[in-house]
């Protein structure tokens, strides 16, 4: 069954970093698109960054020129290298692939806070 599973998120001061990274398992990993979403409070879950197989990214325009999103195919594993973090980057982050249907990952919280 596919599987996601993320790691790497936690407090950190304004203007830090964090490394997310996603585990995938379940589906052939090479030929799937990946993203990255998040979810604060009382907002709604949005596309933070993707990378399609053949490496192509997009981002949102908020995490532009900050965010990093990046992928290991011999690993099964999706990166996303977060730096000069802003309090507004709070939010819980999932990991998702689209198959047949959207798959989810657990979440990791983010919390952005000095």
């Known amino acids: 069954q596919v599987q996601l599973v993320e790691s790497g998120g936690g407090l950190e001061q304004p203007g830090g970093s964090l490394r997310l990274s996603c585990a995938a398992s379940?589906?052939?990993?090479?030929?799937?698109?990946m993203g990255w979403y998040r979810q604060a409070p009382g907002k709604q879950r949005e596309l933070v960054a993707s990378?399609?197989?053949?490496?192509?990214?997009d981002y949102a325009e908020s995490v532009k020129g900050r965010f990093t999103i990046s992928r290991d195919n011999a690993k099964n594993t999706v990166y996303l290298q977060m730096n000069s973090l802003k309090p507004e980057d709070t939010a819980v982050y999932y990991c998702?692939?689209?198959?047949?249907?959207?798959?989810w990952g657990q979440g990791t919280q983010v919390t952005v806070s000095s």
């Open positions: 990378i399609t197989n053949n490496g192509k990214i």
């Open positions: 998702n692939t689209r198959l047949r249907r959207d798959y």
């Open positions: 379940g589906f052939i990993f090479s030929i799937a698109a």
